[in-house]
């Protein structure tokens, strides 16, 4: 079965401060996806990054990095020098690939970034 | 950008009503989808729609739970007799391909009183 584990489920910084989410998944699937979301205060889910299974490369994005290790099953994202905007709970998901493709989620972090 | 849209943003309802939650996919779009989260929650995966037809479903999305795409652009959701358990925030999603990225609505808040 498939699982994804995000342990921390509050975390609060100081702006500017660099943090990182964790996430490990389950799955028996030799391919499959992992990606991110960000859930803003307004409640809409907005796709942030997507890696499949076969792409252990690092990825960087502004201020916004991933860390892909297939060796423990963990996908973290890293927010350099955090804003007070970056606040939001933040999900880690992962999909198999299939033509349901459903997206599991982990239960979430709560990052709040104060100023 | 296209964008996936959901009616109504909140719908309130009496236990035992039905509800029809709309949604209009990306268009160029295949693969649709519900989730659902209650509040605090983690999101929930319903069913997946791909084909006319449902790939899959889960335990949640039961006998009172279907979904159609009426024509070629709306996906609905609809719960014939709705529970108190079910209020909820109902996304909408849809992608281009399996294990593509899922694009979700703003959602609909349910609350059954």
């Known amino acids: 079965a498939q699982k994804v584990t995000q342990a921390q489920t509050e975390i609060s910084v100081v702006e500017k401060e660099d943090v990182t989410l964790d996430c490990v998944y389950e799955t028996r699937d030799t391919t499959y996806y992992l990606f991110w979301y960000k859930q803003p205060p307004s409640g809409e889910l907005v796709f942030l990054i997507r890696?499949?299974?076969?792409?252990?490369q690092n990825e960087i994005s502004g201020r916004y990095s991933w860390n892909f290790q297939k060796s423990t099953s963990s996908f973290n994202f890293t927010i350099t020098a955090s804003q007070v905007v970056d606040s939001a709970v933040y999900f880690c998901a992962l999909s198999d690939y299939s033509s349901a493709s459903k997206i599991i989620f982990g239960s979430g972090t709560r990052l709040s970034i104060r100023p | 950008e296209p964008e996936v849209t959901q009616t109504p943003s909140h719908q309130v309802t009496q236990m035992g009503q039905e509800v029809i939650l709309r949604c209009v996919p990306i268009?160029?779009?295949?693969?649709f989808y519900w989730y659902r989260q209650i509040l605090g929650q983690k999101v929930e995966f319903l069913v997946s729609f791909y084909n006319n037809e449902i790939s899959e479903k889960s335990e949640i999305f039961d006998d009172q739970f279907s979904v159609e795409r009426p024509d070629g652009s709306n996906f609905t959701l609809k719960i014939r007799s709705t529970k108190l358990e079910d209020s909820a925030m109902y996304f909408c999603?849809?992608?281009?391909?399996?294990?593509?990225?899922?694009?979700f609505g703003p959602g609909t808040r349910l609350t059954v009183t």
């Open positions: 890696r499949n299974s076969f792409d252990e």
């Open positions: 999603a849809s992608s281009s391909g399996p294990g593509n990225e899922q694009y």
């Open positions: 268009s160029n779009h295949l693969y």
